[in-house]
């Protein structure tokens, strides 16, 4: 029986961390960090993602502001309204809220905010500067996933790591951190030929996919540690992860439950960036 890893706990200890942090920039330089949130029309989801943020940027102590658009803003609208966040000194990092309506180009807008205010880890610079191994903001999710494995003090250097999922916020940037952390990684995807047989060998398995229950128990080596990162909604409404967690908790050695698991983390890392980049001023 896996031992779950508890990403409520994970986040309470960053968050811990990042609101001394806070404490000790404003006592040193009298700079408050500050986060600024966009969003662009009425999506329930981004909106329950921000209001938590609100709330948890409140208890670390860190400025935080959003602007909440119309559907039918205008792409320069919203190019004019990144400019004016990426002169204000008062604002450390700038969170674009996805998506975007289809009017807008994404990659655009994503690209128009500074590289030094980007602690969504985005921007090609940033991407850039991971792949290279000196990452300055790293991608949220996949920075949560990295400190969970610390926190849980599981060693990475010299295992097979296995990332399900290519996508450009987890997949890609999950398996670049593992690789630097030294695991022999393989990125599999739709194309991947007999999956099963590719995940059989991790010892590292990450699942990022977005398919309820995908993963089940014969892709799973015995005592593998499993990191679930899918959120999906089962006939029944309720939240279940990529991988069927009953099952594969009896072969797994850790595992994240969904949700409580990889979720938690990642407002905790955008507060966690949103510092790094205030110390940077």
């Known amino acids: 029986m896996a031992q779950i890893i508890d990403g409520k706990e994970v986040s309470q200890h960053i968050r811990g961390e990042v609101a001394k942090g806070v404490s000790q920039l404003v006592d040193r330089s009298g700079i408050t960090p500050g986060l600024a949130a966009v969003l662009v029309g009425e999506n329930p989801a981004s909106e329950i993602y921000?209001?938590?943020k609100r709330k948890a940027c409140t208890e670390a102590g860190i400025y935080s502001e959003e602007h909440k658009l119309p559907v039918e803003t205008t792409e320069e609208e919203l190019l004019s309204l990144v400019d004016n966040l990426n002169k204000d000194n008062n604002i450390h990092g700038?969170?674009?809220?996805?998506p975007l309506p289809d009017h807008i180009n994404e990659t655009k807008?994503?690209?128009?905010v500074?590289?030094?205010?980007?602690v969504d880890g985005f921007h090609p610079c940033n991407v850039g500067l991971l792949v290279e191994g000196n990452p300055h903001f790293i991608s949220c999710t996949p920075h949560g996933i990295i400190k969970m494995l610390e926190y849980y003090n599981i060693d990475i250097k010299g295992k097979e790591a296995v990332v399900v999922g290519r996508s450009n916020i987890v997949g890609k940037p999950v398996a670049m951190l593992l690789l630097h952390r030294h695991a022999t990684v393989t990125l599999c995807h739709s194309r991947t030929r007999d999956l099963a047989?590719?995940?059989?060998?991790a010892d590292i398995l990450v699942a990022a996919i977005g398919?309820?229950?995908?993963?089940?128990a014969d892709m799973v080596k015995d005592g593998a540690v499993v990191i679930d990162v899918g959120i999906n909604r089962n006939e029944e409404g309720k939240l279940t992860g990529d991988v069927d967690f009953q099952a594969v908790q009896e072969k797994a050695?850790?595992?994240?439950p969904v949700p409580g698991g990889v979720g938690p983390m990642t407002i905790s890392m955008l507060l966690w960036n949103t510092l790094e980049s205030a110390k940077g001023t």
């Open 109 to 112: 807008v994503l690209r128009a």
């Open 197 to 201: 047989e590719v995940t059989r060998r």
């Open 114 to 118: 500074s590289p030094d205010k980007d």
């Open 211 to 216: 398919r309820a229950n995908f993963i089940t």
């Open 253 to 256: 050695s850790f595992i994240t």
């Open 94 to 98: 700038i969170l674009i809220q996805l």
């Open 50 to 52: 921000v209001r938590n």
